[in-house]
């Protein structure tokens, strides 16, 4: 079981807007430690998306935001591409673990 | 342009150790920390632990305390993790991560950009 808790999947069309959710608790999201979100193309290596729970590095598209509530945070993606097919993940850092951590991931399907 | 490449795949037997280097180039390493992650085939992300670069500190997971070792060359910016009493659930893709240190009182890493490429590490008797 992962710290950090996502969908297994979500799945959109082109065009369309798709969210997905990262549910910590009080010793990571909620403590106040900020959220990070990778994205794994197939075969390859991760890369990151957002860091500081909303700043996109130079060079990721404006179609990808990031937001942060509580204990909870979220990666937003619109107007869907095919070559947005990959997995995600967000990460934090939980202070009872002393350690940082990962959600299980979850598989954008682009139909 | 930062890069962190690492070395190549390994296939060890059950209780063997295995070394993975991760040499970097493109920035100053002593100012940031590398992680090391692993992903066993069709699983999510695992983070092992981290060392900085600057003073060498590390922090293991609980998980692999006592059986990983990670260290840091600073003449040659590479970084590396041992992982010892190899086990079959151990085989993975094992990847080094630049990893940005938020210090108060104490460090704790961040997050990681960019990744190596990964190695793969089998443990087959």
């Known amino acids: 079981q992962s710290v950090l808790t996502q969908p297994p999947s979500v799945s959109g069309a082109p065009g369309q807007r798709v969210t997905i959710s990262c549910t910590g608790s009080s010793s990571n999201i909620g403590a106040g430690y900020d959220v990070h979100w990778y994205q794994q193309l197939p075969g390859t290596a991760p890369k990151l998306l957002i860091h500081?729970?909303?700043i996109r590095p130079s060079g990721v598209p404006d179609r990808f935001s990031g937001s942060k509530s509580g204990t909870s945070a979220s990666l937003a993606i619109t107007g869907l591409q095919a070559e947005d097919e990959a997995d995600y993940y967000c990460q934090s850092y939980d202070s009872s673990l002393s350690a940082s951590v990962f959600g299980g991931g979850t598989k954008l399907t682009v139909l | 342009q930062v890069q962190l490449v690492q070395s190549g795949a390994e296939v060890k037997k059950p209780g063997a150790p295995v070394k993975v280097s991760c040499k970097t180039s493109?920035?100053?390493?002593?100012?940031?920390?590398i992680s090391w992650v692993r992903q066993a085939p069709g699983q999510g992300l695992e983070w092992m632990g981290w060392t900085s670069a600057y003073n060498g500190n590390t922090n293991y997971a609980q998980k692999f305390q006592g059986r990983v070792t990670m260290t840091t060359d600073t003449s040659t910016s590479t970084a590396y993790m041992e992982l010892r009493s190899l086990r079959s659930d151990d085989t993975a893709m094992y990847y080094c991560?630049?990893?940005?240190?938020?210090?108060?009182?104490?460090?704790?890493?961040?997050?990681?950009?960019?990744w190596g490429q990964g190695t793969l590490v089998t443990v087959s008797s």
């Open positions: 500081g729970n909303k």
């Open positions: 493109g920035y100053i390493f002593t100012n940031f920390g």
């Open positions: 991560a630049k990893t940005v240190p938020f210090c108060g009182v104490d460090c704790y890493p961040d997050w990681f950009d960019p």
